[in-house]
């Protein structure tokens, strides 16, 4: 695998001190990012207004995330967060008289506090098996009652990945649209909503998506987003601004005025990612992670990871104490990311094998040390 010129490395002025492994969180800033932040700053700071520059800048972080999932950008909705995106999804659903909806448990909380809060929604949440989740497992819980299934393409805890071609498969062929959850996975694994037979896709853009929070992006597929009326819509989410029609296509799902800095940050960001190729950064983030599983169990660190199945994009750890753990590490300048018994590193692009392995190193110490 060729490697990617030392100049994409020095975008990146934080890794001159620091090793980065947080993506699944939060990932390194880029210098064109911070760019475009700043522009955004410097048009109302210098100029006094940025209106008009600040809609271009929708429509082009639009286009490169069309462009990232194979999507038409007419099929993008730009909305605050993924939570807000499955809120908007869920406003739309009662043209449909099915009221079942099937989530996992390996989907983020935020999921099932969205269901929780939709009273008229019956529920049903999908076990994993030993840490993965077999295809049956949709084959049986899926059934014709079923309004949306959702699903994450990656879990956030352990980075296991799903094949969403074969989970559409099922649900289209049971009836219910399929929401997937993308955020742990767009940017560093590739997406293809066409050729998958995505209905709904959403992601956020702070984590691989080498943004800031503020914004997401909500696919809907064009035939469907015609087809629904989202109760969650405002000015943003119509034809012409002041004008009452719903907007021709998934900009229906859109409410109010974007946070235009996340926005400028999103664009150059998203530019970033599509001129280096989500295929190359796959290959990568796959290939130090495999080394990093095996040096970590030669450690006698414990995996959460799931083992066999396709190579995960982050190498979870067991550690009771995760928080803990991390805090010590970041005294050593090493970013990563713990959630609940797990700390989670998770590399992009600009980072190597011996990023890996010198947070490996650095965990191993400090549980000998407790
Ligand atoms: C897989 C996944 N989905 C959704 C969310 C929540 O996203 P947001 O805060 O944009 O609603 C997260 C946050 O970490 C996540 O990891």
Redesign the pocket.
Same mark, same amino acid.
């Given at each position: 695998m060729a490697h990617l010129p030392e100049q994409y490395l020095q975008l990146f002025p934080i890794l001159q001190t620091h090793t980065m492994l947080a993506s699944?969180?939060q990932s390194a800033l880029a210098e064109p990012v911070s760019r475009a932040i700043q522009d955004y700053h410097d048009s109302l700071l210098h100029r006094g207004t940025n209106w008009k520059e600040a809609i271009e800048k929708t429509e082009s972080a639009r286009n490169e995330f069309a462009k990232l999932i194979g999507a038409e950008p007419d099929e993008v909705a730009i909305v605050p967060?993924?939570?807000?995106a499955l809120v908007s999804v869920a406003s739309a659903l009662s043209v449909f008289r099915k009221k079942h909806v099937v989530y996992t448990e390996m989907d983020?909380p935020?999921?099932s506090h969205v269901w929780q809060a939709q009273c008229d929604y019956h529920i049903s949440v999908i076990p994993s098996i030993d840490g993965v989740m077999p295809l049956e497992q949709y084959e049986t819980h899926i059934s014709e009652e079923t309004v949306l299934t959702c699903v994450?393409h990656?879990h !956030?805890r352990d980075g296991y990945v799903q094949d969403i071609k074969a989970i559409a498969e099922i649900s289209q062929r049971k009836g219910s649209l399929l929401f997937v959850?993308a !955020?742990?996975s767009a940017g560093h694994i590739p997406i293809d909503v066409k050729e998958w037979g995505v209905d709904i896709l959403a992601a956020?853009t702070r984590?691989y998506l080498l943004g800031i929070?503020g914004v997401?992006f909500l696919y809907v597929r064009k035939e469907l987003a015609d087809a629904l009326k989202p109760k969650a819509s405002a000015w943003f989410g119509r034809e012409n601004g002041f004008d009452g029609a719903y907007a021709k296509d998934a900009r229906r799902f859109q409410t109010g005025t974007p946070a235009f800095i996340s926005i400028y940050a999103a664009a150059a960001a998203l530019s970033l990612l599509n001129h280096i190729g989500v295929s190359y950064i796959r290959n990568h983030v796959k290939t130090i992670c495999a080394d990093a599983c095996h040096y970590a169990a030669a450690k006698g660190l414990q995996l959460a990871s799931a083992q066999g199945g396709v190579q995960p994009g982050m190498v979870a750890i067991r550690d009771e104490r995760a928080s803990e753990t991390a805090e010590l590490l970041k005294k050593k300048k090493v970013i990563c990311a713990p959630r609940d018994e797990v700390i989670r590193l998770a590399p992009h692009f600009y980072n190597t094998k011996e990023d890996m392995r010198h947070a490996i190193d650095e965990i191993a110490v400090k549980m000998i040390d407790k």
């Open positions: 699944c969180s967060s993924v939570s807000d983020f935020a999921v994450p990656v !956030y959850d !955020y742990q956020g984590k929070p997401a």
